[in-house]
């Protein structure tokens, strides 16, 4: 099955930190990855679409200099949360789906990164 | 855009019984209706999902129904064994390029030895 690793899956460091968290896709390619943050108890929301090759389209109210995405290959997204701060820790998942198969391949979640910032 | 709702958000059943969680969606346009299970600090785990095309699919114990009419899927778990206690979300997408998933706000599903 398809398999989504994510890295580091914990992050503890002081605020003003830059913290870069890895989304690989292992055995597919995938021309779009997703980027999640999640709080306790509470749903995935969705913070940027990261497209390969272009830039990631950012969902409303999410800082795009804060949260910067780079998809530079159809296996590896990378999400910065840059200059991080207590108010950014957080439970982030990525996800990838697969290129092929046309529009509807299921999404594959990476084990997410707990961020906490001191 | 698309809004999805869940309910309920927390379920108790009885190891054994079954149990539904319902969803909700505003986007006639959607047409792909996955679920999502997720454990306690981990990945959410795709379980089941259903197109429009289709009105019920069945997993084992697990089947989804969906009523494009009336804009709303279900999740159906019989017999229910504690390992199914997790949170379930659903989530709806439309089926053009690569259009985001909205999820719902997840059920907390306890089963009860």
């Known amino acids: 099955g398809a398999v989504v690793s994510q890295h580091p899956s914990r992050v503890i460091c002081k605020s003003g930190t830059s913290v870069k968290i890895e989304c690989r896709s292992l055995d597919f390619q995938a021309t779009t990855m997703f980027w999640y943050r999640q709080f306790p108890k509470q749903s995935l929301m969705l913070m940027a679409t990261?497209?390969?090759?272009?830039?990631?389209?950012?969902e409303q109210g999410v800082e795009k200099d804060k949260f910067l995405i780079n998809h530079a290959s159809l296996t590896l997204s990378t999400l910065t949360v840059t200059s991080a701060h207590p108010e950014d820790s957080s439970f982030y998942i990525c996800?990838?789906?697969?290129?092929?198969?046309?529009?509807?391949?299921?999404?594959?979640f990476g084990d997410g990164t707990r961020l906490s910032i001191l | 855009g698309e809004n999805v709702e869940q309910h309920p958000s927390t379920l108790s059943v009885q190891e054994g019984d079954s149990a539904v969680i319902k969803c909700t969606y505003s986007d006639s346009a959607s047409n792909y209706f996955p679920w999502y299970k997720q454990e306690l600090g981990k990945r959410p785990q795709l379980i089941i999902d259903?197109?429009?095309?289709?009105g019920e699919k069945k997993d084992q114990r697990i089947a989804v129904t969906l009523n494009k009419t009336a804009k709303h899927f279900s999740l159906h778990i019989t017999e229910t064994q504690p390992e199914d206690s997790a949170v379930y979300f659903c989530?709806?997408?439309?089926?053009?390029?690569?259009?985001?998933?909205?999820f719902g706000t997840g059920t907390r599903l306890t089963i009860i030895p």
């Open positions: 996800s990838a789906r697969d290129r092929g198969g046309g529009g509807n391949q299921p999404q594959h």
């Open positions: 989530a709806a997408k439309r089926r053009v390029g690569n259009e985001k998933l909205t």
């Open positions: 990261s497209n390969e090759g272009s830039k990631a389209t950012y």
């Open positions: 259903i197109r429009s095309n289709v």
